[in-house]
């Protein structure tokens, strides 16, 4: 198995199984959605026990802590994306985005194949107005794994509200229906509403947003 597989593996395992992650830029407020894990793969037991310690702290919004904690694991681990990462989402949620951003290309340049990574790189980008980069890390998120969902779904948010781009919103909305986990109802009630929205801005038939469930 390649590092970057690996660390893509470490990254869902350890953090997006763990770790509830924020959606940026849905309507009236973030929406927060909790990502599979993949199957388990052999770690370092002392990284496991680490990275677990520093999810408990991030978690808790013991972000001092977490960041103490994530900055450690970077010193022992320097080959994983993921406390990269999480400092990037760490960083961004107390203000501090140009730290975030920094960590998070970090993150890619780690592991160019980690969607979570670019996905996060993205989320910032965007708070930060910088749409055409957040476009980027999107497409790059997507390209690193197709059946992301939240890549889809962030990609859709960018082009319906801050792109103008509404055939391309609806086509990512779309995508994202169709790749969602079939537990994740609050998703699925809000993206389906756009998605009928949107279709008849374009003058699609609205019923078809349910079309195949």
Known sequence: MSRHSTDKSFLRLLFAALLTLTLAGCGGGAK????????????????????????????????????????????????????????????????????????????????????????????????????AEAERSYLAAIAADPDYALAYLNLGVLYDLYRGRTADALRYYEEFKARRRPEAIDQKDVVDKWIIDLKRRVGAPPQSAEAGE
Not at 65 to 72: D, G, L, M, N, T
């Open 32 to 131: 927060v959605v909790q990502e599979e894990g993949e199957a388990p793969v052999e770690y370092p037991s002392d990284a496991t026990t680490r990275y677990a310690r520093a999810l408990g702290f991030m978690d808790a919004r013991d972000d001092a802590r977490a960041i103490v904690e994530f900055e450690k694991l970077v010193e022992s681990y320097p080959e994983y994306s993921g406390p990269h990462v999480n400092l990037g989402i760490i960083h961004n949620r107390n203000g501090r985005p140009d730290v975030a951003m920094l960590e998070l290309q970090r993150a890619v340049e780690i592991c160019s194949g980690c969607a979570v990574a670019y996905n996060q790189l993205g989320i910032v980008q965007r708070q930060e107005g910088l749409f």
